[in-house]
């Protein structure tokens, strides 16, 4: 199941989730260049992160500082690609919705939470070493913030059951799926002792679940700083 478009229109140009997902081409551009694709240096490394450990190879310092590159760095073009379709869709309306300037603050956040969830999930000696690389967690919170506000909204989505459908179903629907997805696939990694690489699922539950908690104080806030400037202005 691919989402491809919401039927949800917005009054105002999201220019800043067009400039999110122009940076993150752009990086991945500049990534190609790198050694190792530039993972060890600018990715969120936990063992680098927690314990200062730099594994003999150059890292970015100090180590929290990865937790904001990371988020701009991708491991192929498929997860490029996948992070970018997702923010084009969810993101015009949360940027609408929170304001420009709070859109990019909630994002930014939501990738914290969403790396802190995953990086407490991988201290093993094994997961410790590996780099967490990608957007993902930060859209996480935009999907979590779209499933809070525009549960209702129509998603154009492709259906693969032997042959591709195109349907429409409501936004609680196809992220809620993707949610639980996410969240089972998290457990089982959890289970089968997978924490050397691969998928961060905790990074999605981590940064969906932030959305959702945290889009209505930053409505709130925004909403009580207006209304305060106001007065102030009579």
Not at 194 to 212: K, L
Request: net charge positive.
């Amino acid at each position: 199941m691919i989402p491809f478009k919401d039927e949800n229109p917005t009054r105002t140009f999201p220019i800043l989730t067009v400039l999110i997902i122009a940076a993150n081409v752009l990086v991945f551009l500049r990534q190609q260049t790198l050694p190792h694709g530039g993972a060890f240096i600018f990715g969120a490394v936990p063992g680098h992160i927690v314990f200062g450990n730099n594994y003999g190879v150059p890292m970015l310092e100090p180590g929290w500082l990865t937790i904001f590159t990371s988020m701009f760095m991708h491991g192929g073009w498929l997860h490029l690609g996948g992070n970018m379709l997702f923010l084009w869709i969810f993101g015009n309306n949360i940027e609408e919705l929170l304001g420009r300037f709070k859109f990019i603050i909630f994002y930014l956040v939501c990738g914290v939470a969403a790396a802190g969830l995953q990086i407490m999930m991988s201290l093993s000696p094994q997961a410790a070493a590996v780099p967490m690389v990608g957007a993902s967690g930060a859209v996480a919170g935009v999907l979590g913030a779209y499933f809070i506000k525009y549960p209702t909204a129509r998603v154009r989505t492709l259906i693969f059951w032997f042959f591709i459908q195109v349907v429409v179903l409501p936004a609680y629907i196809v992220l809620g799926l993707w949610f639980i997805i996410q969240f089972f696939s998290a457990m089982l990694n959890t289970a089968a002792g997978m924490s050397g690489g691969g998928v961060a699922f905790f990074a999605h539950v981590g940064g969906f679940i932030a959305g959702m908690v945290l889009v209505n104080p930053f409505i709130g806030k925004f909403k009580r700083t207006r209304r305060i400037s106001r007065n102030w202005l009579q």
